[in-house]
């Protein structure tokens, strides 16, 4: 069962290019939404009870400024992040869990309080994902 409030620690980077480094990890306390349907879109009402995020880095620790933003809710089944990207994307296909970083990517880094290991999630402009369990 999931309660009314969750608290999830998540990292959000926006990666272009290759590297690795620290990031401030920002606290999101996020709300329950309903009816949401994975369609491409943000239909009104949609999205009532999510929470906003933005400010996001690129990798090298510079402010993604004009890449847009995101919306972040759960319901019974699932955590919902819906992304507004601005602009052109530049990709190619890398298959599955293959290195969508090399493009222009939206990369998840979720660690829950207390855990050594951490959730890392995926997905490059060109529709292809990754997921893993790293520590």
Known sequence: ???????????MTICVGAGAQELATPLLTI???SGVTIDGRFSEGEW???VGAGAFMRL???LARSL??????????????GWQLKGK?????????GEVWRDDDIELFVQPPGAATYFHFGVGASGDMLDELAT
């Open 31 to 33: 709300g329950p939404v």
């Open 89 to 97: 994307p530049v990709a190619q296909p890398r298959g599955r869990d």
């Open 1 to 11: 069962m999931i309660a009314r409030s969750m608290a999830m620690v998540m990292a």
């Open 60 to 62: 090298g620790g510079d």
């Open 68 to 81: 847009g933003g995101c919306i972040v809710g759960y319901d019974a089944e699932a955590l919902l992040i």
């Open 48 to 50: 009532e009870g999510a």
